[in-house]
């Protein structure tokens, strides 16, 4: 009971810190290829080098006062976005290794479209209408070259 309440107090502490506000980023990301109206449950940028630039100036001016500067979230209170493919990397069969990486892939856009809220308190705002679809995918493709 005493470490479920320090692991409350840890989350509200988080919450207190951090001004739930979005901000938008400034980055010209016009070059990024269109991906249409539908969203894509896979990164199509996947590997592109000039696109994971693209996206570290975008996640520095979104979501390193979160995750931390060059997504190293060891030392911020939100979660260390690098570790999210690391598990599908380990994997040795390639089919299986693909199919979670679009699991991770499929999770990641959820999280950042919605946000997360905990019992009313939010923790991360929601990006959708903040950021486009290709913005999304850019910061996906640079946190993928971050490997922990
Ligand atoms: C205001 C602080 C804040 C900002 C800015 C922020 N996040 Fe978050 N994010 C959080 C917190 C706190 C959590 C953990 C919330 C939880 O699990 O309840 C989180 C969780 C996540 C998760 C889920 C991680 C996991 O391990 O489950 C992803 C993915 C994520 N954020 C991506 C991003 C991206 C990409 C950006 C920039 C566009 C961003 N965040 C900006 C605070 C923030």
């Not at 016009?30 to 994971?52: C, F, H, M, Q, V």
């Not at 979660?79 to 040795?92: F, M, N, T």
Request: glycine residues 6%; hydrophobic residues 40%.
């Amino acid at each position: 009971m005493k470490a479920r309440l320090a692991c409350l107090s840890a989350v509200f502490a988080i919450a207190a810190w951090a001004a739930p506000e979005p901000a938008t980023p400034t980055v010209d990301a016009s070059d990024l290829p269109a991906l249409g109206k539908n969203w894509l449950e896979t990164n199509p940028y996947r590997g592109n080098a000039e696109i994971a630039e693209l996206g570290h100036q975008i996640y520095s001016q979104t979501c390193q006062r979160c995750h931390g500067p060059d997504a190293d979230g060891s030392r911020s209170p939100a979660a260390d976005l690098r570790r999210l493919d690391a598990y599908c990397l380990r994997i040795e069969d390639a089919d299986l290794r693909a199919w979670c990486t679009r699991d991770v892939d499929a999770y990641f856009l959820k999280s950042i479209r919605h946000g997360k809220k905990f019992v009313g308190t939010v923790h991360m705002p929601p990006w959708e209408g903040v950021l486009s679809q290709e913005q999304m995918w850019a910061i996906k493709t640079y946190i993928e070259t971050r490997k922990p």
